[in-house]
């Protein structure tokens, strides 16, 4: 039976996840005869509602099982981003049916969405449903390019057929529950997979004996001090009026202010940029489960 609502719960510092995760919502609010033969020819429509976790966590909620609830979020460093986690934590369902999504910068989501999945399931929800995509990789730039503009319109393509084959699993019998381990990540060539293990190995090596934060800056030469940059930082980490210099104890390296400074103001220098340019610059497809 379809839901009576779609929730969507994203973390989205970028837009990468939101625009993945509508993408999937509205597929699985419309349909057609073409999409759908055993349905009315008249499109039917289901409500979406959005709780954008971006700048500020859920309310105490409880969503019922006559709704189903997309969770979308990024990847960082092999797991769901934890200000994501952190600010879903008072959502919670009734054995409500739920769609994992995580989006990675086309390296590999690791235990991304299993995480997700059993912090979901810890709050009374039921994964009958799960994807991986790809969303240009916070650290990218013109110089280093990782998965620069996607999604893209394959990629939303493949979102909305996902959210389509969601949606006739609801129509079915009562959807089942997937084992989300059978979401695999799509291989890596070997050598560039060393080469990237080889670069980390370094790295840590180098940290142990001059550790050095990397932060998002500003150039005091091209800042007009808008404010952009502050008003969509998701962690307050840049303060208005002083906005070339990063608060380093609440940046999460997401880079939405260098993403979204509209005079190139900011950038975000780091080695792992070049290593993930190199070694993962073969364009990964989206993967599902359901």
Same mark, same amino acid.
Request: hydrophobic share 40%; aromatic share 6%.
């Given at each position: 039976?379809?839901?009576?609502?779609?929730?969507?719960?994203?973390?989205?510092?970028?837009?990468?996840?939101?625009?993945?995760?509508?993408?999937?919502?509205?597929?699985?609010?419309?349909?057609?005869?073409?999409?759908?033969?055993?349905?009315?020819?008249?499109?039917?429509?289901?409500?979406?509602?959005?709780?954008?976790?971006?700048?500020?966590?859920?309310?105490?909620?409880?969503?019922?099982?006559?709704?189903?609830?997309?969770?979308?979020?990024?990847?960082?460093?092999?797991?769901?981003?934890?200000?994501?986690?952190?600010?879903?934590?008072?959502?919670?369902?009734?054995?409500?049916?739920?769609?994992?999504?995580?989006?990675?910068?086309?390296?590999?989501?690791?235990?991304? !969405?299993?995480?997700?999945?059993?912090? #979901?399931?810890? +709050?009374? /929800?039921?994964?009958?449903? $799960? %994807? =991986?995509?790809?969303?240009?990789?916070?650290?990218?730039?013109?110089?280093?390019?990782?998965?620069?503009?996607?999604?893209?319109?394959?990629?939303?393509?493949?979102?909305?057929?996902?959210?389509?084959?969601?949606?006739?699993?609801?129509?079915?019998?009562?959807?089942?529950?997937?084992?989300?381990?059978?979401?695999?990540?799509?291989?890596?060539?070997?050598?560039?997979?060393?080469?990237?293990?080889?670069?980390?190995?370094?790295?840590?090596?180098?940290?142990?004996?001059?550790?050095?934060?990397?932060?998002?800056?500003?150039?005091?030469?091209?800042?007009?001090?808008?404010?952009?940059?502050?008003?969509?930082?998701?962690?307050?980490?840049?303060?208005?009026?002083?906005?070339?210099?990063?608060?380093?104890?609440?940046?999460?390296?997401?880079? !939405?202010?260098?993403?979204?400074?509209? #005079?190139?103001? +900011?950038? /975000?220098?780091?080695?792992? $940029? %070049? =290593?993930?340019?190199?070694?993962?610059?073969?364009?990964?497809?989206?993967?599902?489960?359901?």
């Amino acid at each position: 039976m379809l839901p009576k609502t779609i929730d969507t719960v994203y973390f989205s510092p970028t837009g990468t996840s939101c625009r993945v995760v509508r993408a999937i919502a509205e597929a699985i609010a419309t349909t057609d005869r073409n999409t759908a033969p055993a349905e009315t020819t008249r499109p039917a429509e289901i409500p979406v509602r959005t709780f954008d976790l971006t700048h500020t966590p859920v309310a105490e909620t409880t969503l019922p099982a006559t709704h189903i609830v997309l969770f979308a979020v990024p990847v960082y460093g092999g797991h769901p981003a934890p200000t994501a986690l952190a600010r879903m934590h008072d959502l919670h369902g009734d054995g409500t049916p739920a769609v994992i999504v995580v989006v990675y910068g086309n390296r590999a989501f690791e235990h991304a !969405a299993e995480e997700l999945a059993a912090f #979901v399931a810890e +709050r009374g /929800f039921r994964p009958i449903a $799960a %994807a =991986a995509f790809v969303g240009e990789h916070s650290y990218s730039s013109d110089t280093h390019p990782i998965a620069i503009g996607r999604p893209d319109a394959s990629d939303l393509a493949d979102a909305a057929a996902f959210g389509t084959a969601v949606r006739r699993k609801l129509l079915g019998t009562t959807p089942t529950e997937i084992d989300i381990r059978q979401l695999k990540t799509p291989r890596t060539p070997l050598i560039p997979l060393l080469r990237f293990i080889r670069f980390v190995l370094r790295y840590r090596r180098q940290q142990r004996r001059n550790p050095v934060v990397y932060l998002p800056d500003g150039d005091t030469s091209h800042c007009t001090h808008c404010g952009r940059c502050a008003a969509i930082c998701p962690t307050q980490a840049i303060v208005r009026g002083d906005e070339t210099r990063t608060d380093a104890a609440r940046c999460i390296r997401c880079c !939405a202010c260098v993403k979204g400074c509209p #005079v190139g103001a +900011r950038s /975000f220098t780091t080695p792992f $940029a %070049a =290593a993930l340019a190199r070694n993962f610059g073969k364009r990964k497809p989206p993967v599902t489960l359901f």
